[in-house]
């Protein structure tokens, strides 16, 4: 989640370390953050809050 930080320049929400639910890949819903990721045609895959999220395309 280190990674993910410096290639955003600022921290994830404390939420992204507690709840695998802050990294489900929705397109709707509460989690709007995660359209981000699936429109640049990246998905969650590997979730471990705070520990390690796997991305791929």
Sequence with gaps: MNEIEEILTFK?????????????NETEGTHTHARSW???????TEVKPGNKVTLIK
Excluded at 12 to 24: D, E, I, M, R, V
Excluded at 38 to 44: C, E, P, Q, R, V
């Design 38 to 44: 699936l429109m640049a045609g990246w998905k969650t």
């Design 12 to 24: 994830l929400p404390a939420s992204a370390y507690k709840y695998s639910a802050w990294w489900a």
